[in-house]
């Protein structure tokens, strides 16, 4: 335990370690339902930043009080101003605390505003009104995401933003509490953080249980509450043993309490469909079990089989993606749809290299063995990118399109048709995709587009998502990022009623569907920019429920998909389709998990304005409000930024804070030297904790009397003359502080050596505590508590 009688300055500032200590622990937990990366790195710089403010502000305020509480005396005058100084601290807690927290909370609104104010990501230092715009719309699309999506999510700036202001905001109630002389209080904002890992996975990390419940250990045992900054207490033996017995009282019950909260997250986490994630995901009951050759815009979902389509194992289960069955090319302005090419087929054969557009590889491959559960068309599911498919001996009946990059059979696929997938890794990474030329390619027309109704403001809109995007990658992953979390999107197996006779505005406009809407928007958005771009057909990667390494793909895992063409490295897949379908982006797609250049300005993006429906004619524009909390950072980008940007921040803000105290502390008034008032008040009190109370009436001349009769009735024994003698001369100078027209005042010091001799000599004959061993106890959690 940290031993209660050290100086209140050394105490407060070992406080705000630790409760800065125990909130960058309690954050941790909350990387068990959002994936660790750039939000973990701003939250820990952000809480040191933080602490380290209030702490200054805390220590410049107290050791102001504590240098006001009297001047030194030339002979013996160290130990009273000591006493002083503490009970001038003691005194000033609350309103230090108060102060400091104001500061803090500024400290951490900046950080806020300045770390996810901006378009991409970047900090800045000066924030102001669009800073705002871009964090409430960024809140709101947090909102969305964890409304809708399962844990654990992918790192992004909106989530980032919601970890990190909300660890702050923990961080500065509990610092606030503690600082009050309220630690016993100062843990329960900290099981804030804890609660979405409990209550969603069931569990948190067992270093940040180890070390947060540490630390609260050693906040409740600094014992700030009641006097337990004055000094003089060391004499009094039994007040030292009630203040220890309170101290593991009270680490005793943080102990019961957090193994509870443990408890509680288990059972919490046994009920059914909890812990799946933060929303279960939508499953649809039917038959199907064949891909349609077309998807229209305007209809539902529909129902999808349960029933396993075919189910394989992996050698690297981290490298499991889609597994594509066909192509689709043509669009007529409202269907996307299978355009089968005639000749050109080649034959599969186990050196075959099926490479599509792939210049050159990386060299490391993983193997995918398939077997096909049910009979179906004739295409075979292979994953995208390049690979080798290796057919049963004597099975020479597929062909491989390199058009359409799809494998085809001469007949039906059958139920136990098994084929083994060598899949070829060829490098993808933000850095290289940025790098791949513009180049288009040669086999088909890749940028044909219908003419619509609103094709017009789809492609402004599209500019508009991609302004600033100085690379095909930029632009690909800006489009992907604002309708897969930024633009306000929902997904929903259903459609809502046509309100144009342009499909993909009206989706624009409305916002909810499922793959096959997103996967088509961004067809069509993409197109509109020159980027060349196909949608992709088949199954999500399945689940592996039994933990055997076999995974299985049902019906219900049918998906689409955009596909870009980049020079040198064929067709990529992106994934505009919310995570609560699709699962995380992949790390090529997703700079936040692979950090790399991003655009350097996007504009505010404009939503188009739904029609309507009894103004069916009238053309909606594109200049009505933001897109919807789209307007929150292309591409979620978050760049690690150099130690000296951070260094120099952190200083800025110091610095700031610093001005801010120095004129603060100007203008403030003494209010903390101790007068003939308080130092008689501080005895009352004191009196008043071993059940000596004096009544309402009992004027300032009576109350020595009263005191002494009342403590020769319960000790059988006076006051020891010096005691009496005190008391009668401090009600005295009180009387006087109050009444006389003229008075001279002792000073403070005599006043601080008169109250310690008489809180030596009440400790002495009366005790620290009530009589009874259930009134010490419950003293004892009262003084832990109370404050």
């Known amino acids: 335990m940290i031993p209660a009688h050290h100086g209140a300055l050394t105490r407060t500032v070992v406080s705000g370690v630790l409760v800065a200590v125990a909130t960058i622990a309690s954050m941790f937990a909350?990387?068990?339902?959002?994936?660790?990366?750039?939000?973990?790195?701003?939250?820990?710089?952000?809480?040191?930043?933080?602490?380290?403010?209030?702490?200054?502000?805390?220590?410049?305020?107290?050791?102001?009080?504590?240098?006001?509480?009297?001047?030194?005396?030339?002979?013996g005058g160290g130990s009273a101003r000591e006493s002083a100084g503490d009970h001038a601290a003691e005194r000033a807690a609350g309103t230090v605390s108060f102060l400091a927290t104001l500061v803090g909370l500024a400290v951490a609104s900046w950080y806020v505003l300045a770390r996810y104010g901006?378009?991409?990501?970047?900090?800045?230092?000066?924030?102001?009104?669009?800073?705002?715009?871009?964090?409430?719309?960024?809140?709101?699309?947090?909102?969305?995401?964890?409304?809708?999506?399962?844990?654990?999510?992918?790192?992004?700036?909106?989530?980032?933003?919601?970890?990190?202001?909300?660890?702050?905001?923990?961080?500065?109630?509990?610092?606030?509490?503690a600082g009050a002389r309220m630690p016993a209080m100062a843990g329960l904002p900290l099981l804030v953080l804890w609660t979405p890992s409990l209550?969603?996975?069931?569990?948190?990390?067992?270093?940040?249980?180890?070390?947060?419940?540490?630390?609260?250990?050693?906040?409740?045992?600094?014992?700030?509450?009641?006097?337990?900054?004055?000094?003089?207490?060391?004499?009094?033996?039994?007040?030292?043993?009630?203040?220890?017995?309170?101290?593991?009282?009270t680490a005793v019950s943080s102990v019961v309490v957090a193994v509870l909260a443990l408890g509680t997250g288990a059972v919490v986490a046994a009920v059914p469909g909890v812990a799946t994630g933060f929303s279960q995901i939508f499953r649809t009951q039917g038959q199907s079990l064949e891909l349609s050759d077309e998807f229209d815009m305007r209809a539902g979902l529909g129902a999808r089989s349960s029933a396993e389509v075919l189910s394989y194992e992996i050698s690297d289960p981290e490298q499991r993606g889609p597994l594509r069955e066909r192509t689709f090319t043509a669009w007529d302005g409202r269907r996307v749809s299978w355009d089968p090419r005639d000749g050109g087929l080649v034959d599969v054969t186990p050196e075959s290299r099926l490479m599509s557009g792939t210049e050159n590889l990386a060299g490391g491959s993983t193997t995918l063995d398939v077997r096909i559960s049910s009979d179906r068309d004739g295409l075979l599911p292979i994953p995208?990118?390049?690979?080798?498919?290796?057919?049963?001996?004597?099975?020479?009946?597929?062909?491989?399109?390199?058009v359409l990059d799809e494998v085809r059979s001469d007949g039906r696929l059958t139920e136990g048709t098994q084929y083994t997938v060598e899949m070829l890794d060829r490098g993808l990474s933000p850095e290289a995709l940025r790098a791949a030329g513009d180049g288009m390619p040669a086999s088909a027309d890749y940028l044909e587009l219908e003419e619509t109704e609103f094709l017009a403001e789809t492609a402004?809109?599209?500019?508009?998502?991609?302004?600033?995007?100085?690379?095909?990658?930029?632009?690909?992953?800006?489009?992907?990022?604002?309708?897969?979390?930024?633009?306000?999107?929902?997904?929903?197996?259903?459609t809502a009623p046509a309100r144009t006779n342009d499909a993909t505005w009206d989706f624009l406009t409305d916002r909810q569907g499922y793959?096959?809407?997103?996967?088509?928007?961004?067809?069509?958005?993409?197109?509109?920019?020159?980027?060349?771009?196909?949608?992709?057909?088949?199954?999500?990667?399945?689940?592996?429920?039994?933990?055997?390494?076999?995974?299985?793909?049902?019906?219900?895992?049918?998906?689409?998909?955009?596909?870009?063409?980049?020079?040198?490295?064929?067709?990529?897949?992106?994934?505009?389709?919310p995570q609560v379908q699709t699962g995380p982006l992949p790390d090529y797609a997703n700079p936040v998990a692979a950090p790399g250049p991003a655009p350097t300005e996007v504009p505010e993006e404009r939503r188009p304005t739904s029609v309507p429906e009894d103004e069916p004619d009238e053309e909606p524009t594109a200049e009505a409000d933001p897109a919807g909390g789209g307007?929150?950072?292309?591409?979620?980008?978050?760049?690690?930024?150099?130690?000296?940007?951070?260094?120099?921040?952190?200083?800025?803000?110091?610095?700031?804070?610093?001005?801010?105290?120095?004129?603060?502390?100007?203008?403030?008034?003494?209010?903390?030297?101790?007068?003939?008032?308080?130092?008689?008040?501080?005895?009352?009190?004191?009196?008043?904790?071993?059940?000596?109370?004096?009544?309402?009436?009992?004027?300032?001349?009576?109350?020595?009397?009263?005191?002494a009769e009342q403590v020769r009735t319960r000790t059988g024994n006076p006051l020891p003359d010096e005691t009496a003698e005190g008391i009668v001369a401090l009600a005295h100078a009180a009387e006087n502080e109050r009444y006389a027209r003229e008075y001279m005042s002792p000073s403070p010091a005599q006043l601080?050596?008169?109250?310690?001799?008489?809180?030596?000599?009440?400790?002495?004959?009366?005790?620290?505590?009530?009589?009874?061993?259930?009134?010490?106890?419950?003293?004892?959690?009262?003084?832990?508590?109370?404050?």
């Open 30 to 75: 909350l990387g068990e339902i959002i994936e660790p990366g750039a939000w973990t790195r701003a939250g820990v710089v952000g809480v040191i930043l933080v602490a380290a403010c209030t702490s200054l502000t805390r220590w410049a305020l107290l050791n102001r009080a504590m240098n006001r509480a009297g001047p030194r005396r030339e002979t």
């Open 118 to 177: 901006t378009a991409t990501g970047e900090l800045t230092l000066l924030v102001g009104v669009d800073e705002w715009r871009w964090v409430l719309d960024r809140f709101a699309i947090a909102t969305n995401i964890m409304t809708t999506e399962r844990a654990p999510v992918e790192d992004s700036l909106p989530i980032g933003m919601v970890a990190v202001g909300g660890t702050l905001l923990m961080f500065l109630v509990a610092d606030s509490l």
């Open 199 to 249: 209550s969603i996975m069931g569990r948190i990390p067992a270093g940040t249980f180890v070390v947060a419940v540490t630390a609260a250990l050693l906040l409740l045992t600094l014992d700030q509450s009641g006097s337990a900054f004055v000094r003089g207490s060391s004499r009094d033996a039994a007040v030292a043993r009630a203040r220890r017995s309170r101290a593991w009282i």
């Open 384 to 402: 995208g990118g390049p690979r080798r498919v290796i057919m049963p001996p004597g099975d020479d009946r597929w062909r491989w399109d390199p």
């Open 460 to 494: 402004e809109l599209a500019r508009a998502v991609t302004e600033g995007a100085r690379t095909r990658y930029d632009q690909a992953v800006a489009l992907q990022n604002w309708l897969h979390h930024e633009g306000g999107f929902t997904y929903t197996p259903d």
């Open 515 to 577: 793959c096959v809407q997103f996967s088509t928007a961004y067809f069509v958005m993409a197109r509109s920019l020159g980027i060349p771009t196909r949608i992709g057909v088949g199954y999500l990667p399945g689940s592996d429920e039994d933990g055997d390494g076999v995974w299985s793909v049902t019906g219900q895992d049918s998906h689409s998909w955009p596909e870009v063409w980049f020079q040198g490295f064929g067709w990529v897949r992106f994934e505009p389709t």
């Open 631 to 707: 307007a929150a950072g292309r591409g979620g980008v978050s760049e690690s930024l150099p130690w000296e940007v951070w260094a120099g921040t952190a200083a800025g803000a110091l610095a700031v804070c610093a001005v801010g105290l120095w004129l603060l502390l100007r203008r403030r008034q003494d209010s903390v030297t101790l007068d003939p008032e308080q130092a008689w008040e501080r005895v009352v009190a004191q009196l008043a904790e071993r059940n000596v109370v004096l009544g309402p009436s009992t004027t300032l001349r009576q109350a020595p009397g009263e005191i």
């Open 752 to 787: 601080d050596e008169l109250t310690a001799t008489v809180s030596a000599g009440i400790s002495e004959t009366l005790g620290s505590t009530p009589d009874t061993a259930a009134a010490r106890v419950g003293e004892v959690l009262t003084q832990a508590l109370r404050r």
